[in-house]
């Protein structure tokens, strides 16, 4: 299985031949790096399983996709399929508590433009909208606790 | 040698819990836990003798309920609360209701830390005692002195919370259309934060650095001064890198702080360990920001340079015993610098991060400290601050420092969730960072959202991932011989078609 194509951000990038892996951790996902001229080490991390996987190097965690030629077909097809606009819900990404609703149900809003204050770890976290619209549905109310993945704001 | 107490509780939870306990161990003190329902199995828990339940998770029926943490203290027969940093650590009320159950707080007088609590009050007495302090008001704004502030103060200016700390309740006004709404989203911020809206003004102090002086007092009068830290390394206002000694200052400007700092803690009746923050100006003038009458987060660089353990000398004083003259005499050898470890994506305006700890590599080897609160598997409340570490480094000198936590920071990973690290790894190549030629500007003007990943770790990352896939793929489990496997199975997993998930 040589085929695999790596992608990073949807962008496909090429291994490169300049270094060579060595396991340090093999559950943990410790890798010793060796450039083959020998001029330099360094330590990264992975995770991760099939297709997705995340590798930490310099403390940067790096996102990337590793799919067979069978997975790639499977992900074009969901990507034409998701090409369509459509309703967009906004989600909490974090668990916190919803201290100011700016979103009016029935309004408009403009891409970037604040729906929902969440206090989290301490901080306010204001959740803008990702793109304009019209505000479909409003499903929080300021003083309520929201978990991570929670429905704050529907665009229509 | 007979402790100052024979049992103690820690009212913190994360690495500065573990820090105090430490301490109590080398010091024969038993320790007492206190624990929210979702720190149940934090690491603080499992280090202390025995813990105590003290509410929910939210911290306001938990870390910061008086009452619930008084009377753990009672049922489990502590002497003494050490109240660590946050929290309870600045509450007069808290102090208050310890001394009054007879048990000793670790920390100042209950009227010190009313005083010292309120900003606005303590800027007037650092002023009374001739400070000089940062110009703007030493009153409460109310909503309708936008006009008056702004001609009083000028911009741009700060707004702060007089119950302030941890860079909360704080906004930059730096035009007069903003003011009205960063107002009151600094009350906002500051009523939920510390139950007080109170905010006030400040004039902005820039380029400026933030240097703090550390203080030990005893009950008897005997008050040391243990060197300053630089802390201009900031996002939000609050501190992400510290050292010691300050890399900029000259000794005259050392003893001017060290003489301001003394002067603050001559006006209150003070011992125990106390910060006292200033602002130094590009001309090297300082001003009075705020004093900490508690143990900082950074206290450790201090330790480091000194030698000296601020948490033993901290339980020592709340004893009764007084300072010895090593402490009263203390110098600072060689140069030492922290960074603190927080589950926060500096890519991402360093947005705070939830989720769980993977794996977990922290450095060693000479010269290397770290104090961590979580470790490969520990889930991060969203309750809490995000700090899940600190990496201290000391050396002979600040170039050796910095190579040295240079190093460190090489031989640290952290998985399951991104940190600030590649911040930090950044940081040590950064000319002005490594020049020791920085304010508190460093990470707006210079960091941002931090450079594009070069081709080369693109490269490198794909490398890792592609690996990885094959190597997870050649060790999957062997197919059961015989039984129901089909042979177009076997056949299409030799050929590498795949349809279940797997590791």
């Known amino acids: 299985m040589s085929d695999l194509e790596l992608r990073i951000a949807g962008e496909p990038v090429d291994p490169t031949q300049d270094w060579t892996l060595h396991w340090l951790d093999r559950d943990a996902g410790v890798v010793l790096l060796r450039r083959v001229d020998g001029t330099a080490s360094r330590l990264a991390l992975v995770e991760g399983s099939g297709r997705d996987w995340v590798v930490t190097l310099a403390g940067r965690r790096i996102a990337l996709e590793a799919m067979t030629w069978r997975e790639r077909v499977m992900a074009e097809a969901e990507v034409a399929a998701k090409a369509h606009a459509g309703p967009v819900d906004v989600r909490a990404t974090l668990p916190g508590l919803v201290v100011a609703v700016s979103a009016i149900e029935g309004g408009e809003v403009g891409e970037g433009e604040p729906l929902v204050t969440i206090e989290a770890m301490k901080m306010q976290n204001e959740v803008r909208a990702p793109r304009g619209g019209h505000i479909a549905e409003v499903a929080v109310a300021a003083g309520q606790t929201v978990a991570a993945g929670a429905l704050l704001v529907r665009l229509g | ?503």
């Open chain 2, 1 to 503: 040698m007979v402790p100052p107490f024979r049992r103690l509780l820690v009212a913190n939870r994360g690495e500065i819990a573990l820090r105090v306990m430490r301490t109590c161990r080398e010091l024969g003190i038993e320790t007492v836990a206190v624990y929210s329902d979702v720190d149940a199995d934090a690491l603080h828990v499992a280090a202390a003798d025995r813990a105590e339940r003290i509410g929910p998770a939210p911290a306001a029926e938990s870390y910061l309920s008086a009452e619930a943490i008084v009377a753990a203290a009672e049922r489990s027969g502590a002497e003494a609360i050490h109240p660590g940093y946050g929290f309870l650590s600045e509450s007069g009320d808290f102090a208050r209701a310890v001394e009054a159950a007879r048990i000793t707080f670790v920390g100042p007088p209950a009227e010190t830390l009313a005083t010292l609590g309120d900003k606005l009050a303590a800027r007037r007495a650092a002023a009374d005692a001739g400070v000089p302090i940062v110009p703007g008001l030493t009153v409460a704004l109310d909503d309708d002195t936008s006009e008056s502030v702004l001609a009083q103060v000028g911009l741009p200016l700060m707004l702060k919370a007089a119950a302030g700390g941890g860079g909360r309740g704080m906004r930059r006004v730096d035009r007069t259309e903003e003011l009205t709404s960063a107002l009151a989203s600094a009350r906002r911020e500051a009523a939920s934060a510390f139950g007080d809206p109170t905010i006030y003004a400040e004039r902005v102090v820039a380029p400026a650095r933030h240097v703090e002086v550390q203080l030990l007092g005893d009950r008897h009068g005997g008050l040391a001064v243990l060197g300053e830290r630089e802390c201009s390394v900031q996002r939000r206002h609050q501190k992400l890198v510290e050292e010691s000694p300050a890399p900029a200052i000259s000794q005259s400007q050392r003893e001017a702080l060290a003489d301001s700092a003394c002067r603050v803690a001559g006006s209150v009746a003070f011992h125990n360990a106390a910060t006292v923050e200033f602002l130094v100006g590009a001309d090297g003038s300082h001003y009075f920001l705020e004093m900490n009458t508690r143990l900082q987060v950074e206290h450790g660089v201090t330790e480091l340079v000194t030698g000296l353990d601020l948490v033993e000398w901290q339980i020592r004083v709340a004893a009764g015993e007084r300072l010895s003259e090593a402490v009263l005499g203390a110098e600072a050898r060689g140069h030492a610098i922290e960074v603190r470890l927080y589950a926060e994506d500096p890519h991402d305006g360093f947005r705070p991060v939830a989720g769980t700890v993977g794996a977990w590599r922290m450095p060693g080897g000479p010269g290397v400290r770290v104090d961590a609160g979580v470790g490969a598997g520990s889930i991060l409340p969203v309750e809490y601050d995000p700090l899940l570490a600190k990496v201290l480094v000391h050396a002979d000198s600040r170039p050796a420092a910095v190579s040295r936590l240079r190093r460190a920071l090489d031989e640290t990973l952290v998985g399951g969730l991104q940190t600030d690290l590649s911040f930090l790894r950044w940081l040590v190549d950064e000319p002005s960072f490594v020049a020791g030629d920085y304010d508190t500007g460093l990470v707006a003007e210079r960091w941002g959202h931090g450079p594009p990943l070069s081709d080369e770790e693109l490269a490198l990352a794909a490398l890792i991932a592609r690996e990885t896939r094959h190597a997870r793929q050649a060790t999957r489990p062997p197919l059961p011989a015989g039984g129901a496997t089909r042979a177009w199975t076997e056949a299409a997993r030799r050929a590498g078609v795949d349809r279940t998930p797997h590791r």
